[in-house]
C-alpha cells in the first residue's frame, strides 16, 4: 500500500526546490530603484499621487539602512543613530535640553522627604550599600 500525496492546484508556488525562482506576483512587480540600490516595497509616488494613495507610514528602503546599526526590529524608526550629530549644537533636535546647576538643587523640604533609616545608619554608604573596610 502506497501513500500517495494530492495535488493541489496552488502546490506549484511551494515546490521551489530550495530555489528562489519568484513564481510569486509580488515578487514579480517589484520595481528596482537604482539611485538607492534596492528594490521598491511599496508603489511609485507618482503613482501614488494619481491614484490618490497616501501611504500612512512612509519608510526607507533596507539596503539604504543596511550597516551594522539599523534595527532590523523596528525598521520604521529611519536613521535614528546620527553619528554627526552634535549634544552641543543639536540637543533639541535629538529631544533633549540643557538646563543649568539651578534646576539641580535640593530643597531642605524635599531632603527632609527624602530621609529614610537608612541614612542614619554608619555601617551603609550614601546609596545604601554596606561600607567596606580597608
Not at 500500500?1 to 512587480?29: C, G, I, T, W, Y
Not at 554627526?84 to 538643587?105: C, F, V
Amino acid at each position: 500500500m502506497e501513500n500517495k500525496k494530492e495535488s493541489h492546484p496552488n502546490d506549484e508556488q511551494f515546490n521551489r526546490n530550495q530555489e528562489s525562482n519568484l513564481v510569486d506576483n509580488e515578487a514579480q512587480n517589484l520595481k528596482y530603484n537604482p539611485k538607492e540600490d534596492s528594490f521598491e516595497l511599496d508603489v511609485d509616488p507618482e503613482e501614488a499621487k494619481e491614484l490618490g494613495y497616501d501611504h500612512p507610514d512612509p519608510y526607507d528602503t533596507a539596503a539604504d539602512d543596511f550597516d551594522s546599526d539599523y534595527d532590523e526590529s523596528n525598521p520604521y524608526v529611519g536613521d535614528e543613530y546620527d553619528k554627526n550629530a552634535s549634544l552641543e549644537h543639536d540637543a533639541d533636535k535629538l529631544g533633549m535640553h540643557i538646563t543649568g546647576e539651578e534646576n539641580l538643587k535640593i530643597s531642605k523640604k524635599d531632603e527632609e522627604i527624602a530621609r529614610t533609616p537608612e541614612d542614619d545608619r554608619d555601617d551603609l554608604d550614601e546609596e545604601g550599600y554596606p561600607k567596606f573596610l580597608k
